[in-house]
């Protein structure tokens, strides 16, 4: 069995070899200078938390995108393809409770052990531009960038209702709240909580970030809907109600007086409004309630079912419950007088945190008002009657204007239009535009993330840290504890500084930055990672951006995708980039998950990629991933299916190991035209060639790639004979196994490498020109195709594959099973999807209809 073993396919030889070859090779994955000439293309995925194991998704992940760059760089591109690590955040904390590690060892530690894996998955990665989040000289430009958008207004500090996650013992964005439950913790309800907090004023960007979607067309329409929905723009009006008892009311704006500004879409309604209604927390209620226990217990009760419903995590369904407060407020177009409520459903971050009531026009209103008996008025009529819109609410804005004054017969568009520039007129409201999407709160009660670059001094309130004093660097050795407030508070070094104004003695803030800062904007750092005077370098960011191809999960598409999309709008808006979006196309891969779940620790199902390189190899572990499902569906892993790959590639070995001396022979010979075997050979190559190279360019159907590869692998071995028997010129040989070998070289990079040298060729694979499919010699001489009775299948017929509509059916009508199944019939119709189907309809009996056919495109 010697030769046996001699062609035995042992991954665990081949991967480690070619491993040491590329590591010690620094311009193999490396970027060229923006001087080269090429037409560049830059490939990223998202970069991972660095907990210290991969998982299959990353390895999925990862496949889809080192299959691309390696494509890229076979086609010539000068291609940026970087990795890093995500290095901030509270797994850090945790686990220095847990083992006393410092949340640093720990980090960099985890980052060793998956860049190992990374390497051992042969990944192709420019580790020259390697970025660590965690790591002084890439967080001091998150402190200086804090301090530009500083500057420029987009950071402030307040004191709001914030998400606290008593897990996390911290704060948590809109974004990080997922069904009421923290992001991380999947079970643990988020509370309410006051506290002064840093913001990133998102919101100045929010008209711009919604517009921008519609640009986006290399992005899945999925994320683009779940941002439009985030970003939640709506148009309506605020208008003020006065509240009576503080002058006259109505239009005049004589007095001062106590306004009570609300939010409405619908205007033109206002005729119809029967209360005002406010949130609980709006300031009004406080007011009133200062005074009145009776009414303040009410209120509370309101607060306690608003808080129920917004831990279970649907505000939206709350039951709706409101208390009269005695008091009235004045319609400012009619000087009617409204009793005020306090309803629990109203919210106070949405709009104006107060709402007129128009229970005629408004399924929500309607059902409150008849709930507790608040007069129901129709102030608007249908245009035409139809059955039903004579009823109450009536809800379309496809009506004209009733018991509305001088505003009546006017169709509520109009009207909507009239009722705004009265009141702006008046200086009692507004046409205004609202969004869903807050300012993004930024502090966070933790020790592991970038401090935020700012000082308190006694005399002169917040002072910025100087450019020159950044970074402000988190001490490296505290002791970690689950207090309340922020660890940094209890390090009197790092707590206690001098102002830079006064000299005076100041604190420094202890808040740390969200860690959806640190990615924000990474993949700008990765174009120019050593540099130590600014950010990056804007002309080479100009070079790389936008991204050409983004990949990740779509678990990231309200939060990362959302902020590095308005980081890259202040980037450009300081003069550091000149692109608006920073990834030109963006693709989200499917889960990998076990048996039907997701895989996790607790349900035993965790299949380790290290196990599977051990067992099967890299290449086939890589192949599998992007064999196994479409790159965006979820894929079930089974491990017979990359034991079935790995035997793929094992035949492959063997095919290319047996026929490398006739390749090698086939250099110097002189082409032919193929006929024959080869003819056919060379054909089906052509034909995968066309194939993967088309999926490449955008459809990503990778699984079908490897597929048709396995195709063509099975065709060449299926001509055993005629290749053993030297019916096919060696040339020939030498193109099929070549190219052979190229197709697979994204997909399965160590085998490729070694067979590259096996046949004899010089250089790095990696460089090898990508193969062009010839049309000439992929092009079918014919073609079969599928003939169909009444929609049932009766025989294929063989056609030239030039054939026309006419000859393809004459050769349908000729063929004998058709010509039995039709005898004494009427072919009534011929129906014909060009090269691909014809179908008969056929009538039991001849009726003398003359057969039409109409041609399906
Ligand atoms: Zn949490
Ligand atoms: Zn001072």
Redo the contacts with the bound molecule.
Sequence with gaps: MAEENELRYDPAAIEPKWQQRWAADPTMYAAEPVSCGKPKYYVLEMLPYPSGQLHMGHVRNYSIGDALARHMWMRGYNVLHPMGWDAFG?PAENAALKNHTPPREWTQANIAAMKRQMERLGLGYDWATEVTTCLPEYYRWNQWFFLRMYEKGLVYRKKSKVNW????A?V?ANEQVVDGC????ET?L?EQRDLVQWFFRITAYAQELLDGLDKLDGWPEKVRTMQRNWIGRSEGTEVDFFLDGQGSGGRDQGSEKTRIRVFTTRVDTIFGATSVQLAPQHALVAAFTAADAELKAKVDELLEQQKKAREAGDLGAIEKHGVPTGRFAINPYNGERVPIWVANYILADYGTGAIMSVPGHDERDFEFATKYNLPIVRVIRPVEEIEGSGSLPFCSEDGVLVNSGEYDGMSCVDAEKKLQEIAAAEGFGEATVTFRLKDWGVSRQRYWGTPIPMIHCEKDGLVTVPDEQLPVVLPAQIEITQQGGSPLSRVPEFLHTTCPKCGGPARRETDTMDTFVDSSWYFYRYTDAKNAKGPFDPATAQYWFPIDQYIGGVEHAILHLIYSRFWTKVMRDLGLIVNDEPARRLFTQGMVIKDGAKMSKSKGNVISPDEMIARYGADATRMYALFAAPPDRDLDWQEDGVAGVSRFLARVWRLVAKYAPMARAGAGEAAAAPTGTSLKLVRKLHQTIAKVTLDFSGRWHFNTCVAAIMELVNEIQAADGQLAAGEVPALAVRELLGSLVLLLAPFAPYLAAELWEELGEAGNVLRAPWPKSDPDLAKEDELEIPVQINGKLVTVVRVAADAGPKIIEAAALADEKVQSRTAGKTVAKVILVPRKLVNLVVHPSDKGLSPGTSVVK
């Design positions: 509270l996650c008593p897990e996390c911290t948590l923290c992001w991380r913790h643990t988020v």
